[in-house]
């Protein structure tokens, strides 16, 4: 069986943690988290330590991710959140999300984030829309593991997913260009549509942000994956 990521984006929203946890229900997670669907959770940086703390308390299995990482490794860069500091709360960052990109994130900048996560052992989730940012990335050690998100802008947060096929032809190709890594699905996931993506061969999960918010349809997503 192949493995999954079922990845929650809350981007700038104030979810409430406990509420949503509790609403999801931890029993559903333990009972849908088997080893090949890794769950994750994507709160923005003021909420992390919440969030670890009742993951923790409730020993549930689902991993942590942050929204972004500091293109440098320390200094005087006011702001800006170190992987030395990231690592002691999450296993996963995402970078370069096309919204980052829209303020003015370059391809060099994901690269140099993508670095920073490395060196500070955490899994980068990196955001790619095009083929010109996939042959930008300059990806680390192949041995390391590095999950790719294709998420194109026509279908994030329009309701108007991609094609399934075709974003399993495009994943594919990233595949082929970059190599050792595993390609998610963004852009419009919902429990009705996700089946439709994680079931095609080249996809290993999706990156959902929207029906993330609302913690029945992320754990609609989570079984229906
Ligand atoms: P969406 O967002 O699920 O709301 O389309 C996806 C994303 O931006 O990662």
Known sequence: MKQLYIIANWKENAVKPTEWFDEVQSEKFKVQSSEEKTTIVCPPFSLLQEVKHYIDEKQLPIKLGSQDISQFAKGAH???????????????????????????????????????????NLIPIICVSNKEQTHSLRLQDKTIQQLIAFEPLEAIGTGQPEDPQSANNVAKKIKNT????????????????????????????????????????????????
């Open 78 to 120: 006011t702001g800006e959140v170190s992987g030395e500091t990231l690592q002691e709360l999450v296993q996963y960052v995402i970078i370069g999300h096309s919204e980052r990109r829209e303020m003015g994130e370059t391809n060099e900048i994901v690269n140099e984030k993508t670095e920073r996560a490395i060196e500070n």
């Open 178 to 225: 970059l190599g050792n890594v595993l390609v998610l699905y963004g852009g419009s996931v919902n429990a009705e549509n996700v089946n439709e993506f994680t079931k095609q061969e080249h996809i290993n999960g999706v990156l959902v942000g929207g029906a993330s918010l609302d913690a029945k349809s992320f754990s609609g997503i989570i079984q229906k994956a």
